[in-house]
């Protein structure tokens, strides 16, 4: 753990894209968000024309993201127990493995989604490894920054994504597509071992990775500092995006069922937008202490959704939403300082697990509320649930000057991870 000190100086962008091991990173980084974008589109495309089932066409598009419940639960030791570059590196061999096999057309449609799961497991792994290097490249403020970028990367990704990913798979179908993923994976696992210098691995434990893993996350999860910073990152969005799952009926039922797109581009650039202006407008200070009302703004403008408003006031109103998802940038700083170094890999993911795993489940569960009750209520109804989670955390939310949880067993302080009796590493100012 480490002691949260005063906010540091004020960054810039231009700060963080000066280091090269930065800018190493965050190009693989956009490569592997590219070429899962590709894949997970043409593998949806070539499951709905070999099958003619919407259902298995959805699956294929969610099915490299449902694997992160099950790598963040079982194999997130790894993070911590190998180099982060060895395990970045060898997941993108693994990706261009399996994308060059579902390019080839030898598997029947459930087999691709099969293999699709089992090779997605990892992905949690890789993502942690990713995520706990970052503040070890940058500091201070420019580590939110790094984040910042690496979420409007995300966002950019949602954004573009879809439209490039459709033009290819126009142009190339979906087989020929595919080989565009295995180029990415390929020249994101070059460009990572030549260029990325490589960095010893965090964590000494040894024995079953399995056991590990879960005896970590407990820790992590039993400790009150970092649980309720976790809750705070998970809940007010993943509400929030159980809107997302109706916005296609919501299209619908005002008429303008073309103007779905619209309405999801809408959150992502809020999101974009968010990142970049709290990001680079706001002093640290002040980020911090804006964590609580801009979370605010993740469900208040969605109850206006209950007037049924026509797309354009939709569209601002879910702008503003995705713009209020800038506020973990205030919970950055005092989330790594809340997390033992040594269980750093695990810590980041197990938050970006937390994440996949309860969006995924609100998203479904607001389609399912859909089936019953109008859709722009079900956005009123997610927002008004986004509100009262972000009203239940108010006090995570509004204390950045709060220290994380001190040690004071003089005798735990030296072992530098987790005891036995959860206790976390001593404080070391940064």
Not at 13 to 20: D, M
Not at 234 to 240: E, Q, R, S, T
Not at 364 to 390: D, F, K, N, Q, T
Not at 414 to 426: L, M, Y
Request: proline share 6%.
């Amino acid at each position: 753990m480490t002691t949260l000190q005063a906010a540091p100086a004020r960054a810039t962008y231009r700060e963080v894209f000066a280091l090269g091991q930065f800018r190493v990173l965050f190009t693989g980084y956009t490569l592997f968000l590219g070429g899962e974008t590709v894949k997970m589109l043409a593998l949806s495309v070539t499951v709905y024309a070999g099958t003619g089932s919407s259902l298995l066409a959805a699956l294929a598009y969610v099915a490299g993201f449902l694997p992160y419940t099950l790598g963040g639960t079982l194999l997130l030791a790894y993070a911590d127990r190998w180099p982060p570059r060895v395990v970045m590196v060898g997941y993108d061999l693994v990706r261009a493995a399996v994308a060059a096999v579902l390019a080839a057309g030898l598997l029947s449609p459930t087999a691709m989604l099969v293999l699709v799961f089992v090779a997605g497991i990892p992905s949690a792994v890789a993502s942690a490894a990713r995520g706990a290097l970052l503040p070890e490249l940058l500091d201070g403020d420019r580590y939110v920054l790094g984040r910042a970028v690496f979420s409007m990367a995300a966002g950019g990704t949602q954004v573009l994504g879809f439209a490039v990913g459709g033009m290819l798979i126009a142009a190339l179908g979906p087989y020929g597509a595919l080989w565009i993923t295995v180029a990415s994976c390929l020249l994101s696992a070059a460009l990572l071992r030549l260029r990325l210098a490589e960095r010893p691995r965090r964590g000494t434990a040894a024995g079953y990775a399995v056991r590990e893993t879960w005896r970590v996350n407990r820790e992590l999860l039993r400790r009150p500092a970092i649980r309720s910073l976790l809750l705070a990152q998970w809940l007010p969005p993943a509400l929030m995006v159980g809107a997302e799952g109706v916005l296609v009926p919501y299209a619908v039922q005002i008429g303008m069922p073309d103007s779905a797109g619209l309405l999801f581009t809408a959150v992502a650039l809020g999101m974009l937008t968010g990142d970049l202006a709290i990001g680079r407008l706001v002093t640290p200070e002040r980020r911090e202490r804006l964590a609580g009302p801009l979370a605010l703004l993740l469900g208040a403008p969605l109850l206006g959704f209950v007037l049924s408003p026509g797309p354009v006031i939709a569209a601002l109103l879910l702008a503003v939403s995705g713009f209020g998802v800038a506020y973990q940038l205030g919970l950055a700083r005092r989330f790594l300082a809340a997390v033992p170094e040594a269980n750093r890999g695990q810590a980041f993911g197990l938050a970006l697990t937390g994440t996949m795993t309860l969006q995924g489940l609100f998203a479904a569960g607001g389609g399912a509320l859909g089936e019953v009750a109008a859709p722009g209520l079900v956005v009123g109804a997610a927002g008004a649930a986004s509100l009262l989670a972000v009203l239940g955390l108010w006090r995570v939310l509004a204390s950045p000057r709060t220290d994380p949880e001190r040690v004071t067993d003089p005798n735990v302080r030296r072992q530098g991870t987790f005891g036995r009796r959860g206790v976390s590493h001593p404080a070391q100012p940064r």
